[in-house]
């Protein structure tokens, strides 16, 4: 099961270009055991036999060389007893932390600040492969944090399990591109304050009751909502957690996709179902889900929501600047009008968003914590979503040759005539 994992991951990270074909290395512990990557394989095609298994009495079993960051990993578990995976990488978004020696701002999203806040540091810098390299470490992992950026280096993160450490090394990407973004558009990064933070925590802590067990019912619009938030991974729209897409369907039951899972490993059967503001089954719904079920109490017209960070649309949402969508006529035509609103506490965020959406009005950011698409089918709600992170990729990307030109006010108008939505509802 060891072996099968860390392939598993390896090749995900590769795949994700989150590591390259020699960088990096995963390990798992078991009872008697640690199995490590080899060195100087190629990580995209790594087999269950090219895995390295070193006994806790020293003795080594496999085919190839153990990784020479395996002392780093072994300090980190005599360090961390309770802690079963270790995941080392060179992902290019951190590496520029890392190379300039600064920490990312974890507080940049409610959700990385939950995970992460308080748990990562910055380890001295030490030669590969040495026995100062794993001293350094382990001064950063000594058992109250999960996360060490190595000056010049990489990173170390240890959890639980090589999900957990997984998800963290996707949290930290995400958090890394978004100011890296924001910076392109010349803003200045905004961060949670700590009482923003446990406001969020306390939020996110209280969630519905369950009721009876899952019917299995609704099997096409099951089959369609785990496609689509598959799509959105794949797109690079959200993380392999982050993304909260909800369904109201008839009789007012609402499909979503759970907490904590992996939208790789989703199936049909995954989603949660929402029935009389219960929730069926084992599962719980996606942490955001309370947040969906207020603006669906608030709006009748509405039938999806989807709530994701993907990197670019986020840099607004993060920053002082604000995301312009008079640039683009798809865009102006999809999304209308893309206002940014303060993180509150979610009774104030349902006050603040009561009949918010209409015709000018199907996206809106929440600093520092997602975007927020809605609308009446999930494939026309998917594609808004689409629309908003393509376009701010585009501007932002353009954003060191040229500021973007907005449209004139006739080009503006006949698009919300084509739209329907002419004349422009004055504020």
């Not at 089918?377 to 990729?393: F, G, N, W």
């Amino acid at each position: 099961m060891e072996k099968e994992i860390i392939c598993y991951y390896i090749k995900r990270l590769y795949d994700k270009k989150l590591t390259t074909m020699s960088g990096g290395n995963l390990s798992v512990k078991s009872e008697n055991s640690v199995y490590v990557t080899p060195s100087e394989i190629d990580k995209g095609n790594l087999k269950t036999d090219d895995i390295m298994e070193i006994l806790n009495t020293g003795e080594i079993y496999g085919k190839h060389k153990v990784t020479s960051e395996f002392p780093v990993h072994k300090a980190v578990y005599e360090m961390n007893h309770d802690m079963n995976a270790i995941l080392h990488s060179h992902t290019s978004s951190i590496l520029g932390f890392s190379t300039a020696h600064i920490l990312p701002k974890v507080k940049l999203l409610a959700n990385v600040a939950y995970d992460l806040n308080g748990k990562i540091e910055i380890a001295k810098y030490a030669d590969p492969g040495t026995k100062q390299l794993a001293d350094e470490t382990v001064k950063v992992l000594n058992g109250s944090n999960a996360v060490a950026i190595l000056e010049n280096h990489g990173l170390f993160i240890v959890d639980h399990t090589m999900e957990d450490c997984y998800d963290k090394l996707e949290n930290l990407d995400l958090v890394c591109r978004i100011e890296s973004n924001i910076k392109k558009i010349g803003g200045t990064p905004k961060e949670l304050t700590e009482e923003q933070i446990d406001q969020y925590k306390n939020d996110v802590e209280n969630n519905l009751t369950r009721s009876e067990e899952d019917n299995g019912g609704y099997q096409e619009e099951r089959k369609l909502l785990a496609e689509l938030l598959k799509r959105l991974y794949s797109r690079g729209i959200s993380t392999c957690k982050n993304a909260c897409f909800s369904w109201r369907l008839k009789n007012h039951d609402i499909l979503v996709n759970p907490d904590n899972m992996d939208v790789t490993t989703l199936k049909p059967e995954d989603l949660v179902l929402i029935h009389d503001n219960k929730y069926c089954g084992e599962k719980k719904p996606h942490r955001d889900f309370l947040f969906h079920l207020s603006i669906y109490k608030n709006h009748d017209h509405i039938n999806n929501v989807i709530s994701s960070c993907p990197p670019y649309a986020m840099a607004y949402a993060c920053s002082d600047q604000e995301y312009v969508t008079r640039v683009i006529a798809e865009c102006y035509g999809y999304l209308r009008n893309i206002e940014k609103k303060e993180l509150k506490s979610r009774s104030e965020m349902e006050e603040l968003l009561k009949g918010y959406f209409d015709d000018y009005h199907n996206t809106v950011l929440i600093q520092n914590y997602a975007c927020i698409v809605t609308g009446p089918h999930p494939l026309k709600t998917y594609d808004r979503m689409e629309v908003a992170e393509s376009t701010a990729e585009a501007i932002i990307e353009t954003f060191p040759v040229n500021k973007p030109v907005l449209m004139d006010q006739r080009a503006v108008e006949v698009i919300q005539k084509n739209c329907g939505i002419y004349p422009e509802k004055k504020e």
